[in-house]
T-cell receptor
Framework: NAGVTQTPKFRVLKTGQSMTLLCAQDMNHEYMYWYRQDPGMGLRLIHYSVGEGTTAKGEVPDGYNVSRLKKQNFLLGLESAAPSQTSVYFC??????????FGSGTRLTVV | SQQGEEDPQALSIQEGENATMNCSYKTSINNLQWYRQNSGRGLVHLILIRSNEREKHSGRLRVTLDTSKKSSSLLITASRAADTASYFCATDAGNDYKLSFGAGTTVTVRA
């Protein structure tokens, strides 16, 4: 099925560990995004990309890095995880000015 | 900071009743979108309304936009148990296409 696939779906990290979240889309969308969702705060934009090889900071970029080496993939990295990064992470993709298609999310717990 | 703010935070209605939720935003927009999120799932796009439009319909959904008041409303008519979800407004403002989401309205439809 066409759409946005996020891996992994769940992960528990210890403080200081690193990890990479993978987002893959098969809709040939130019734009890709990483959001985090915390209770009562809606979705906040971490980083986004308007095309292969480009990335830009969103509202809450500190502690995260991203890469878009291929058009269909957008990777979100945590170099040294902190408990404040416990959240649900959503990837989305879209054409310019068009509705987003979201992945099903990654639930990350940092202990 | 979040561009859109939904009101109310939570809404409980009887099956068959209408549900109305509102979204206020702060700056000029290109378009405003509404999304639904079922518990533990990714967001699903419902409707997009452009800044030069005042009202749009999609099935049992009706969205209005008042750019002079910087506000939008989402009406769900003849609600069903399956409409139980969180609803988010998202605004597209600025040159880069990236949506800013509100904190959402949680709707519970009682049988």
């Amino acid at each position: 099925n066409a759409g946005v696939t996020q891996t992994p779906k769940f992960r528990v990290l210890k403080t200081g560990q690193s990890m990479t979240l993978l987002c893959a889309q098969d809709m040939n969308h130019e734009y890709m995004y990483w959001y985090r969702q915390d209770p009562g705060m809606g979705l906040r934009l971490i980083h986004y990309s308007v095309g292969e090889g480009t990335t830009a900071k969103g509202e809450v970029p500190d502690g995260y890095n991203v890469s878009r080496l291929k058009k269909q993939n957008f990777l979100l990295g945590l170099e040294s995880a902190a408990p404040s990064q416990t959240s649900v992470y959503f990837c989305a993709s879209s054409y310019p000015r068009a509705p987003y298609t979201f992945g099903s999310g990654t639930r990350l717990t940092v202990v | 900071s979040q561009q859109g703010e939904e009101d109310p935070q939570a809404l409980s209605i009887q099956e068959g009743e209408n549900a109305t939720m509102n979204c206020s935003y702060k700056t000029s927009i290109n378009n405003l979108q509404w999304y639904r999120q079922n518990s533990g799932r990714g967001l699903v796009h419902l409707i997009l309304i452009r800044s030069n439009e005042r009202e749009k319909h999609s099935g049992r959904l009706r969205v209005t936009l008042d750019t002079s008041k910087k506000s939008s409303s989402l009406l769900i008519t003849a609600s069903r148990a399956a409409d139980t979800a969180s609803y988010f407004c998202a605004t597209d403002a600025g040159n880069d296409y990236k949506l800013s989401f509100g904190a959402g309205t949680t709707v519970t439809v009682r049988a």
